[in-house]
């Protein structure tokens, strides 16, 4: 059984930076493309970026700049870099990619 775990949440204040971790049982992540997605309250999850086994990246145009996804085969591990952070990137993260269960995310919140 897959089983997600996120990591390295916390408060911050504005213009700092953040360092989340995905890391998983039951499974290699480096064979799918990962996303980390976040859902603030009151709205539905949105995929903030992905990284495909080649190490291609993509970003939402909110955080294009600002955050870095990366992975580590050997630690089986996805990180998120957040830096720049701002009161908007107030959110539970989540990764994902083998699916279908989500894990129960990392709180960040950015205070102004």
């Known amino acids: 059984q897959v089983q997600l775990m996120e990591s390295g949440g916390g408060l911050v204040q504005a213009g700092g930076s953040l360092r989340l971790s995905c890391t998983a049982s039951g499974t290699i992540l480096s064979i799918y493309i990962m996303g980390w997605y976040r859902q603030a309250p009151g709205k539905q999850r949105e995929l903030v970026a992905t990284?495909?086994?080649?190490?291609?990246?993509n970003y939402a145009n909110s955080v294009k700049g600002r955050f870095t996804i990366s992975r580590d085969g050997a630690k089986n591990t996805v990180y998120l870099q957040m830096d720049s952070l701002k009161p908007e990137d107030t959110a539970v993260y989540y990764c994902?990619?083998?699916?279908?269960?989500w894990g129960p995310g990392t709180q960040v919140t950015v205070s102004s």
């Open positions: 990284i495909t086994s080649g190490g291609a990246t």
């Open positions: 994902n990619g083998p699916g279908p269960s």
